[in-house]
Nanobody, 119 residues
């Protein structure tokens, strides 16, 4: 099993910045990729950004040029969010595609952290 713990959400004014952190723990043999998703009220969960084990990144069009995803090691991923807009308000979830002996390759999710951007 893999546990993901997020931190760094909060309330910020439009134009401000926040940094989200996610730490993985548990019995992963390897974490292939980590990423951030978000879900706003009444909307489906959507990919914000992800990063592979080799460092390749992928961003949603709506955050390109404003958000940066990076990993400092195999188990920690961050999302630097700049120039925040009210439309970025959502619960942000950390995701990890991890290999374990018990479950094989499996998608794990954190509990979510609220980001609210006021206009």
């Amino acid at each position: 099993q893999v546990q993901l713990v997020e931190s760094g959400g909060g309330l910020v004014q439009a134009g401000g910045s926040l940094r989200l952190s996610c730490a993985a723990s548990g019995s992963a043999l390897r974490i292939n990729s980590m990423g951030w998703y978000r879900q706003a009220p009444g909307k489906q969960r959507e990919l914000v950004a992800d990063i592979s084990i080799l460092g390749a990144t992928n961003y949603a069009d709506s955050v390109k040029g404003r958000f940066i995803i990076f990993r400092t090691d195999a188990k920690n991923v961050y999302l630097q969010m700049n120039s925040l807009e009210p439309e970025d308000t959502a619960v942000y979830y950390c995701n990890a595609l991890a290999l374990t002996r018990d479950t094989g390759l499996y998608n794990y999710w954190g509990q979510g952290t609220q980001v609210t951007v006021s206009s």
